[in-house]
């Protein structure tokens, strides 16, 4: 009998300001395993009692006091905890576990990069394309099922972004971002999920600004949020979901989760 895994990440932006909606997107949704994200928390401030309520016993965390911060929680057994600072600055945005089936799992929250696409002039930009450089280099010596998600805070393709050429100059959707990207995807053989399950030009977004009176009206939004399979484990998935309800729930974060579904 084949076995199925359901993996959704999400940047939460402050995990304890938007708990119920974590809560209520578990209990709806369902999934094995949350990649969350900008938890916004200390390890020892991280609500897992809230979690393992609800039977996500297994936590995984690398947390930082108001900034950044990503976490895993999991239904099924995680292991071999690791932690990458591609920003090489101590900030906490990556961490990686095995499964007990051998897949790795990679969760990331890539910086926004600020407001200017200068390096010289604004170095948060630079820092941006380091951390994307490093990370490109890490695929190159990846072996085994692995699956990489989260906020990569890039919207690569045309079909991205709500405006192609308004967005070509903002920081996001800049072609040395995009390339960026282009060049971590090529490194690792990456298959982009939701563009596997929902092929350009296909209207796909999974961020929409806080600054929009509505935002479903407006719907000036961008694919800031990715998962990415090496090629086994891609083969396995089966189903896609981008959950754009709970951009309307109440406190919502300015992303969605997105989950994808292996039969493995």
């Given at each position: 009998m084949n076995d199925s895994l359901?993996?959704?990440?999400w940047n939460i932006n402050s995990v304890r300001f938007r708990l119920d909606n974590v809560e209520r997107f578990l209990t709806e949704y369902a999934p094995d395993i949350l990649c969350l994200q900008e938890t916004k928390v200390v390890d020892t401030d991280f609500p897992a009692a809230a979690f393992r309520a609800l039977g996500y016993e297994h936590v995984v965390l690398h947390g930082q006091r108001?900034?950044?911060?990503?976490a895993i929680i999991s239904k099924v057994p995680l292991a071999e905890d690791s932690r990458h600072d591609w920003q090489d600055n101590g900030e906490a945005r990556h961490i990686g576990v095995r499964l007990e089936n051998g897949i790795r799992l990679e969760n990331v929250y890539v910086p926004a990069g600020g407001d200017v696409?200068?390096?010289?002039?604004n170095p948060k930009f630079g820092q941006k394309l380091d951390f994307v450089e490093r990370m490109t280099r890490w695929s190159e010596t990846l072996a085994g099922p692995t699956l990489l998600v989260g906020d990569f805070n890039i919207a690569p393709l045309e079909s991205d972004v709500w405006s192609h050429k308004q967005l070509l100059d903002v920081v996001s959707h800049t072609p040395v971002e995009v390339a960026a990207l282009g060049a971590l995807q090529a490194a690792g053989n990456w298959t982009d999920l939701g563009r596997h399950f929902v092929p350009a030009p296909a209207r796909l977004f999974t961020w929409w600004s806080y600054r929009a009176k509505d935002w479903a009206a407006s719907d000036r939004g961008r694919r800031l949020d990715h998962m990415w399979a090496t090629p086994d484990l891609a083969a396995t998935a089966t189903r896609h979901e981008v959950v754009e309800l709970c951009r309307n729930w109440l406190k919502p974060s300015d992303?969605?989760?997105?989950?994808?579904?292996f039969v493995l």
């Open positions: 359901r993996i959704a990440s108001m900034h950044h911060g990503v696409a200068d390096r010289n002039s992303h969605i989760p997105i989950m994808t579904e």
